[in-house]
């Protein structure tokens, strides 16, 4: 064996890569023990790239699994992109790990008996990183900036309900007259009707206050004021964040984080387990053995988010309920939880998970019978049964639930065809009405049970709202704003029950589960929590054990 020889191959914003490589059966020299020199390939590896290790032990290493499509607010539509903000910028009000409303830039915020005029106090001593000063008006210019019409932001409706708003985002008005500023300390907003979740929409991406003005790069270098500053960002790669030592509320415990873009779930893993993240999320397939190589690592939690299969109850023998209580009848639910994801999920009865209000938990999902769910077919006039089209996406997860429906169903004589395609050509047939059947999944924006309800179900959202089953129930519809509107919380849980309850009997989906998150923290990682909500996380308690 000849001797070993290293290569080093650094990349800025990337892991220091080591390659060995070693001449087997080499004539030339003695044979050299491939370990005898650890020390100096450490020294060659440092000196080659700075000194910097591949772990970063100075401070924090995540991950996204696609590079964010923009760091501006205003023009944020997507998770990875919601994700950094959070940590960039501020709120008026913030979620916390476990989904609850808290203080962002307002210290405190009340609504009049209307339900329909809300006023936020500011605090005092808040600043852009900058050193810029945020005040009220720095906040209504903000909210302004984002319902631009040359802003093309696709997530401008949280504000939408905000009086005048939509005419302002549409070019048909020049002031958005439900804004006020009394004081530089006091921002008033009047909607166009009462709404009991809109403090919650307010700490959405869209609504975190940005600078104005902001540099023409603002979406590649921002400013903000949150608990994190920008430092870099080399797309596809890396994005590097600094602590922020002037935050209100008191700098991070860790001086920096780094947020690598990883795509494939096995990478990510692997990566975790070279010492390269701080956490991981688990995929659904490597349960198993991480529950034995690392249960002292594992944190679980229910996620705020709805895994099924929409029926669209305009299309032929969907538009019968009895067709549709026999698809849920039909699918052996239980098994599938099982098998596809090991046992990561609760099952649904209703379309409102787990923790959040109106969530009933004496309710039971549809149980697995195939001769009632015949019984019903054969009601129905479908006793041969029929053909249908299920659509879906290329994520792997969704693989073997698809397939396991499609057998399911075949039993009854019901023909599925599984159509996969790429996320963009699913959502543009599914929101066209073009789809009988659609496997998805619907992540909370905010932690309400009208996020789950008001998009989902409610008549004026079908389609592109939300509402891929197309369902329309002018009762259901009327229960829904009665929830929406009014300010008893009680009241509010009772209505939400029910409209659950109303949404199950009427079947507009094959109602399946509520996953369960999976994540891994490294040992010498404290202070991280799975997050409810995706924007719920800050990591500003995080921190490595020295």
Partial sequence: MGEPHLTTCCKPGSLTTLRLHVNVGSPTGPAIPLLRRPLLALALLFSACGGEGAAHPSG???????????LDPAV??????????????????????????????????????SGAVYTF?????????????????????????????????????????????RAYAEGQARRVEGIEVPDDSTIVFT??????????????????????????????HPVGSGPWKFVSWLHDDAIVLAKNPRYWAGPPKEDTLRIRIIPEALTQAAEYEAGNLSVVEIPFGETRRWEQTHPNELQRRPTIRDLYIAINTTRGPLKDVRVRR???LGTDVATVLRTAMSGRGVRSAGAIPPGILGFDSTRAPYPWDTAGARR??????????????????????????????????GLLGIRVEIVERDAPSVRATVRNGQADLYLGDWYADYPDPENFTYPL????????????????????DAMIVRARATTDTVEKARLSREIDARVFDLAPWIFLWFPIDLWAMQP???????????????????RRIR
Avoid: C
């Fill in 457 to 476: 179900f409610h008549s004026s959202n079908k389609g592109p709202g939300g509402n891929y089953a197309f369902l329309s129930d002018t009762v259901l």
């Fill in 60 to 70: 924090l290493d995540y991950f996204l699994s696609a590079d964010p499509a923009s």
């Fill in 524 to 542: 010498n990682v404290v202070g991280w929590r799975i997050p409810a909500v995706f924007t719920g996380q800050r990591w500003m308690e995080a």
């Fill in 191 to 220: 909607l166009t009707e009462p709404l009991n979740v809109f403090p919650k929409l307010l700490a959405m991406p869209v609504a975190a206050v940005a600078p104005s003005p902001t540099p023409e790069d603002f979406d590649q």
């Fill in 326 to 328: 026999a698809l849920n």
């Fill in 121 to 165: 106090h500011l605090r005092k001593g808040a600043s852009f990183h900058d050193g810029r000063p945020i005040g009220a008006r720095e906040v209504r210019a903000s909210i302004l900036r984002a319902l631009d019409p040359s802003s093309k932001s696709g997530r401008q409706w949280p504000l939408f309900p905000i009086k005048g708003a």
């Fill in 76 to 113: 944020s539509s997507d998770v990875q992109s919601g994700e950094v903000i959070a940590l960039l910028f501020d709120n008026l009000v913030q979620l916390d790990p476990d989904a609850q409303l808290q203080p962002g830039l307002a210290t405190r915020w009340e609504a009049d008996r």
């Fill in 376 to 409: 019903l077919l054969k009601e129905a006039g479908y006793a041969n049964g029929f053909s249908l089209q299920l659509w879906r996406n290329k994520r792997a997860e969704l693989v073997q639930v698809a397939q396991s429906v499609q057998q399911d169903l």
